[in-house]
């Protein structure tokens, strides 16, 4: 394993070890992917000869009656042309979002073919590859205007014969004399520049050369270029604070995850041309630099500005590297193995920053332990810059994250925003493993990065808070996020074939984060832990430094299970969940005449009426448990590698009892049962529920409710199975009840029997809200303390009334002694939120006023939240337009704001109504970010649920024509009303029965 020192070796070194056996490799993978250069550049019309008609053979010539009748054809046939065209286009709409695209989404990405003008391929030729990097910048702040400057020169190889060379550059102004290109061997003549092209559509900076580059031969490409700081929040972009003084201080910062660290300087922007990078950075005085490595060297430039050099980097990819000039202040730490580890903030907040360097310098040596693996950098740094498209990102040696996400002030921060500190920490920083030291060849991989710091986050939280349980994290977030999204026709495979910026955007999402975790952590159960590890540490240790794909993991587990005496495949279990859209339900039902029982499984679709063509199958690892042979622990393991199995074991299943499969929820699928166990299950949970271990209540709660949704079950058994909750005492059942009943009081809230429901939420929540109370006790565990703030905020929201007028009692007096917040850190969200609904105007413009004045960014989010709880109408829309007008209210932030507002059942139209009239005015507030574009359709359609809703939703994204990197989440939107709607339609009525009569015996 190299070290930072060897790093820092003579460049002529470093390039002749870089370029060995490379060509091979890049070989192989450019004849897969093809060369996409020759139709990506060549915009020339089709040249079509249109001949004058005196001119026209006598031959060709027809009678006037001849002619009549050959343009009244002709009109017909366009007529005809025109209908299709509107019928087919009407038609692929409605296809697009009821699955029967679903085909083309098991092969790949389907969605391509929605956005033709993004469909074109834009992978680099792979003819010349990088080895190193010497790369100069120097950002200029004016308020107006600010920009940057620098130059690069990039030393390379050459892989196979070319007579150009092909990088990336986007939104950059190259200065085409200042092009230069020599061979590194000064035997050789220099290569003759005969001209350059600077492709916009495939982000391509072509240099073509006079004569063919040979393979091996190694060049310097050096060029100057400029760019415009922008506040779009990617590549190298402008962000800016109030200090305490109510000065505006600015600061460039770097996001270059998945495709912009060419917006910052000409690169070969791809994740598989690894090189090594010399950053140096120039600033005033006034201000620091930060970078992936440490400072080698600081000097005095010649325009009197100070130019920080740093040591090489290891060899890593594009989209890892960082920089920051600002002039921000450091708190730091020393791990037991000797990195350095530094928290940066502004001046005002690095106070706020201890939480986060305690969690970071505990993590790094526990991951050092667990993956067997030093850390291999001299450093590790995370400043808290002010916007940030993301929540962090894991740059190699310097994590940055948006403020709001790390910082942590005691009675401010909420025990919430102290476990999301945890768990984002302990993400970025297993991703300098599983993405920074081993990277995936292409972005079709993203989850060897995304799904593995996912689950391995959850292992170090285990290790910042013993008590917790790392599967009811994973089943509470992951398995849930994944499990609703992947319902859909319109998800995505894990492996998701992507070939452009829009569509590689398109996969951070809950499939290659979540599903992947989820997934993971099934492989864990079927390998055993010690084997999962195992494997996990060969993957790292072989691949270390390089690039891999899905099949090199498979090889590293099989391998390892080979050497503990296991021959499962893991190539045969795992390609189907990788490759394969969605998730199965299995089917149990019990034959009580021959004790047999026969699992069935099938895609499960969230819209009942979608069309179901999926003829795929999973193998199935289906474990079960009985009432009279019960086995939480060690459960047998069936593999369902059929549609349809028989389970021959009269010692499990009785004639009497109850059956439960999926145990502790280690396998990525659903479970439905016959009328039979439904019911016995039920009567279990109402006379001793406690037989059934906590993680299995759970997801029998989770899988019953959705279920129904779907239509793979009645209502009415869903509701039955919740009824035993008014004396659960775990906090997994608990929890995800109480998110089922937070999305029905989103989707039913327009529901003539949301009374009903209200009261009926009311009654369950009534015991727990009595047990817990409002007052915290000393000792309690973090899921009691959790649980309690779940109780409340839900009680406060279906209108308890002892909730809501203890709510509205603490905000009161917090607005007599505005200057003293005594609300209890983690009741502020809620607490806010309720009296903002309840009350009116006066406590709204406090909120606003208190939102302007605080300076902790946690604080500003509550309240930003918050102030979206307003029932009146002339006050939402108020708080909207000060999203687009109000300089307090900030770019990355606008999003924000629209779903608090959406997330109200009162301002949904209005939130809607707000984007559809504003759409591109929201855009260009946050500069057209399309991540941020994602969060916003999720956010404004999270609970569209009526015909309306679908209609105008449908409307609304026609109208955009080219949906770009947003293509995918509008369709899933499109779908999840239309399966809302559908289930309103058939429920809605017996659900209002069933509360009325539950609450009559009450």
Avoid at 186 to 193: E, L, N, Q, T
Avoid at 771 to 798: K, N, Y
Wanted: with cysteine; hydrophobic share 40%; net charge negative.
């Amino acid at each position: 394993m190299s070290s930072p020192e060897q790093a820092g070796v003579e460049e002529t070194e470093m390039l002749e070890t870089s370029a060995n056996g490379m060509a091979a490799d890049v070989e192989q993978d450019k004849q897969t992917r093809g060369r996409a250069r020759s139709s990506s550049y060549d915009h020339h019309p089709r040249r079509v000869s249109i001949m004058h008609p005196h001119h026209q053979p006598k031959q060709l010539q027809v009678s006037w009656m001849q002619a009549i009748l050959a343009i009244i054809i002709l009109l017909l046939v366009v007529i005809v042309v025109v209908l299709l065209g509107v019928l087919l286009s009407g038609h692929h709409l409605q296809n697009s979002a009821s699955g029967t695209n679903e085909g083309d989404l098991e092969e790949g990405f389907g969605h391509e073919a929605h956005a033709a003008p993004d469909a074109i391929n834009l992978r680099l030729p792979g003819d010349v590859q990088p080895l190193h990097y010497d790369l100069i910048l120097q950002p200029n702040f004016e308020q107006e205007n600010s920009w940057f400057e620098g130059n690069v020169t990039i030393t390379t190889v050459t892989i196979s014969s070319t007579s150009e060379i092909v990088l990336h550059a986007n939104d950059l102004i190259v200065d085409e004399a200042s092009i230069q290109l020599s061979n590194v061997n000064k035997s050789f003549a220099d290569p003759v520049i005969v001209g350059t092209e600077n492709n916009t559509r495939t982000e391509f900076l072509i240099v073509k050369l006079k004569n063919n580059l040979s393979p091996g031969q190694q060049t310097r490409l050096s060029l100057r270029f400029h760019g415009k700081l922008k506040e779009n929040l990617k590549g190298f972009y402008l962000s800016k604070y109030t200090d305490e003084k109510g000065s505006t201080r600015y600061l460039a910062t770097t996001q270059f995850q998945p495709t912009d660290a060419r917006r910052a300087f000409p690169c070969f922007d791809e994740p598989n041309m690894k090189a090594t990078f010399t950053i140096s950075l120039l600033r005033r005085a006034d201000m620091i630099s930060l970078s992936n490595t440490e400072v080698a060297e600081t000097s005095m430039s010649e325009n009197g500005l100070l130019k920080d050099r740093y040591e090489p980097t290891l060899k890593m990819s594009t989209y890892l590297l960082a920089f920051i000039v600002c002039d921000f202040t450091s708190k730091e730490a020393v791990t037991e193995s000797g990195v350095q580890v530094r928290v940066w903030s502004r001046k005002e907040a690095i106070e706020h920053t201890s939480y986060a360097l305690q969690v970071a310098a505990k993590t790094l040596t526990f991951f050092e332990d667990y993956f067997q693996l030093k850390f291999p950098l001299k450093k590790m740094e995370i400043a808290a810059v002010p916007d940030l498209a993301f929540s962090a990102m894991e740059n190699w040696g310097l994590i940055i994250f948006r403020e709001s996400k790390l910082l942590f002030e005691n009675n401010v921060s909420s025990l919430a925003n102290q476990e999301y500190i945890v768990l984002a920490v302990c993400h970025e920083l297993a991703h300098q493993w599983f993405g920074n030291l081993v990277t995936p060849a292409w972005w079709d991989d993203l989850w060897l990065n995304e799904g593995f710091a996912s689950f391995v986050a959850q292992i170090g939280i285990q290790n910042i808070e013993p008590s917790s349980s790392v599967d009811e994290r994973l089943i509470a977030r992951d398995f849930h996020r994944a499990l609703v999204t992947d319902a859909l026709t319109t998800s995505h495979p894990i492996f998701a074939t992507v070939s452009n910026p829009a569509q590689i955007g398109e996969i951070f999402d809950e499939i290659s984060y979540s599903k992947g975790a989820a997934i993971i952590r099934m492989m864990s159960y079927f390998l055993g832990e010690d084997v999962f590890r195992d494997g996990l540490k060969k993957y790292l240790k072989e691949n270390a430094y390089a690039n891999t794909k899905t099949s090199d993991l498979w090889n590293a587990l099989s391998t390892t299970a080979a050497e503990a005496g296991n021959s499962v495949n893991v190539t045969k279990i795992m390609e189907p969940w990788v490759h394969i859209i969605g998730y199965p339900v299995v089917t149990l039902s019990h034959n009580k005449t021959s004790h047999a029982l026969k699992a069935t499984q099938e895609r499960f679709l969230l819209d009942e009426n979608a069309k179901n063509t999926s003829m795929s199958i999973w193998p199935v690892p289906l474990t079960i448990t009985s009432q009279k042979n019960l086995d939480w622990e060690n459960p047998t393991v069936y593999w369902l590698n059929e549609k349809e199995m028989i389970i021959e074991n009269t010692s499990i299943f009785t004639q009497e009892g109850w059956f439960i499969g999926n145990i502790k929820r280690a396998g990525y699928y659903r479970v439905n049962y016959d009328e039979d166990n439904w019911a016995a299950i039920i009567r279990q949970l109402n006379s001793d529920f406690q037989l059934i271990h906590p993680i299995c209540r759970a997801t029998l709660i989770d899988d019953a409710f959705w279920l129904a949704r779907a239509g793979y079950l009645d209502q009415v058994t869903a509701l039955q199975v919740s009824q035993y909750l008014p004396t659960e005492n775990a906090y997994l059942p608990l929890q995800l009840m109480l998110n089922i009943w937070e999305e029905w009081g989103g989707l039913l809230a327009w529901s003539s029997g949301f009374g009903e429901i209200q009261h009926y939420v009311v009654n369950i929540l009534q015991a727990k809200y009595k047990e817990f109370g409002w007052d915290e006790q000393d000792g309690e565990t973090m899921s009691r303390r959790r649980l309690r703030v779940e109780v409340l905020r839900v009680a406060c929201l279906f209108g308890q009334g002892d909730c809501s007028y203890s709510a509205q009692l603490i905000y009161n007096a917090w607005m007599r002694t505005p200057q003293v917040n005594r609300i209890p850190a983690n009741y502020r969200s809620f607490v806010y939120c309720t009296a903002i609904r309840e009350r009116g105007v006066l406590e709204w413009d406090f909120a606003w006023q208190q939102f302007k004045e605080s300076r902790v960014a946690t604080e500003r989010s509550k309240l930003l939240q918050a102030m979206g709880c307003s029932r009146e109408p002339w006050v939402l829309n108020r708080y909207l337009n000060r999203a687009l007008t109000s300089d307090s209210i900030s770019g990355a932030n606008v999003e924000s704001v629209i779903s608090a507002v959406s997330k109200n059942p009162k301002g949904r139209f209005y939130a809607w109504k707000f984007v559809t009239e504003n759409w591109n005015a929201v855009r260009n507030k946050y500069g057209e970010n399309e991540f941020i574009d994602r969060r916003l359709i999720k956010g404004i359609t999270r609970h569209f649920s009526t015909a309306w809703d679908l209609k105008q939703l449908e409307a609304f994204v026609k109208s955009l024509g080219k949906l770009g990197g947003g293509d995918l989440k509008w369709r899933q939107a499109i779908e999840k009303t239309r399966a809302n709607a559908r289930w309103l339609e058939k429920n809605e009525a017996l659900i209002e029965d069933w509360m009325i009569a539950a609450n009559s015996k009450v």
